[in-house]
């Protein structure tokens, strides 16, 4: 099993324990070092220094004792921040209509890198909707990376008017 997914077992219990959210695991190297990096969450509000300090302690127990990760290693919990990861159908529902910066793994009309509002999910599908006005719909699968953007002129911003978007393929929105 991956280390990331060992870890991801070991969390989710203890951040259902106090009401987080893991919402993303990453495995890096430092040196010879690992470095695991934990971003929690709290619905309603983001979680303090206190709580990230709180779960490292718990989650770093958990992990020695487990021995899932031979050698040394640096655990760090944080909260995702302003520009937080959108790892799943879920985290697509729950911030819809927010400005996401989305790349896909494979080019679509010369493109991987699309920022817009995030629309979905639609039968697995996630959408952007561009400045232009323009949707783009992707399955989740073609989804590499999307990212929340803070945007702090997005108030000054006029709205353009909407063109002929695409519909999402396979379905009504």
């Not at 919402?23 to 470095?35: P, Y």
């Not at 979680?47 to 718990?58: E, N, P």
Request: hydrophobic fraction near 35%; aromatic fraction near 6%; charged fraction near 30%.
């Amino acid at each position: 099993m991956e280390v990331r997914e060992e870890v991801r077992q070991l969390a989710q219990p203890l951040a259902d324990e106090h009401g987080y959210e893991v919402v993303d695991i990453e495995q890096a190297s430092l040196g010879h070092h690992r470095v695991i990096r934990v971003y929690l969450d709290k619905p309603g509000g983001g979680v303090s220094v206190d709580d990230c300090a709180k779960f490292s302690r718990r989650l770093a127990d958990a992990m020695d004792m487990n021995q899932i990760i031979p050698g040394r290693y640096m655990l760090e919990v944080s909260s995702p921040g302003l520009e937080r990861p959108i790892r799943t159908l879920e985290h697509v529902q729950r911030f819809a209509g927010q400005r996401v910066n989305l790349q896909t793994h494979d080019a679509r009309e010369g493109r991987r890198r699309w920022e817009g509002e995030l629309l979905g999910p639609v039968d697995g599908r996630a959408g952007v909707r561009t400045d232009e006005g323009i949707e783009e719909w992707f399955e989740w699968a073609e989804v590499r990376s999307a990212r929340l953007v803070v945007d702090p002129w997005a108030g000054l911003r006029q709205p353009k008017a909407k063109s002929g978007g695409k519909a999402p393929r396979g379905g009504e929105r």
